[in-house]
């Protein structure tokens, strides 16, 4: 059901999870532990599974939070439930007891803690959020919080990885006129004019540039493990008319 990473499961009062596919109770494409409240999924089943969820991490359900994403670099600092979904791309909290969260179907979930100062955050990350800044927009909201990037833990979960991540001559263009050097991220594809982006490589460049002390990449693939992870690429490639999604959260005690 869940999938812990060895950094952060080593630091004292904070939980945390990077939650598979497995468990729930949905059904069809769906089957699993979807918890895409955006999805065509019976919303009866996305609420038990998110319940789940956050009874995996110790919260009511009223208190595992995640946003609307849009791909943006907005990072939105909580300290209580909210009612509607606000539009963002990451949570950051110091309130205990308050499970900060984002879902994933290929992009990159990244969860952060600061041990330390005792502030968590949790942002999406796909290619456009990373290189809009939304990475650096967590760590600027969680230090406003107290944090210092320094003491901060990251991890970079299940997300699409370069053998399975195709990219095309418009992606090429606007990543390499971000910085020239972004090149170094792209392998040869079997396609003219086409690449495969190593999109947890870059997270983890921009993590180390921006200052953060221990990056962590759990080295896992959505595409690729049916079994374990929904993919909004695979199931595109399939036809099929709408994909499940999962939630990495992160929760002070």
Known sequence: MKIEAPTLSA??????????????VSGGI????????????????VAENRSRMAGALGVPQERFLTCYQIHSPDCLAVDAPFAERPHADALATATPGLAVGISIADCGPVLFADPVARVVG?????????????????LAR?????ARRANVIAVIGPLIRQ?????????IGRLTEVDSANGRFLAPSERPNHAMFDLPGYIADR??????GTVEDLGLDTYSDETRFFSYRRATHRGEPDYGRQIA?????
Do not use: C
Not at 142 to 146: A, F, I, K, V, Y
Not at 249 to 253: L, P, R, T
């Open 11 to 24: 630091l004292p009062g904070i939980r945390h999870a990077f939650f598979t596919r497995e468990g729930g």
């Open 30 to 45: 769906y089957a699993g532990l979807n918890a895409g409240v955006g999805s065509r999924d019976v919303p009866e089943h």
């Open 122 to 138: 949790a942002a999406h990350a796909g290619w456009k959020g990373a290189v809009g800044g939304v990475l650096e927009g967590t």
């Open 142 to 146: 969680m230090e406003q919080l107290g």
């Open 163 to 171: 053998p399975s991540y195709e990219v095309g001559p418009d992606f």
């Open 207 to 212: 993590l180390r540039a921006a200052g953060v």
């Open 249 to 253: 959260a992160i929760v002070i005690e």
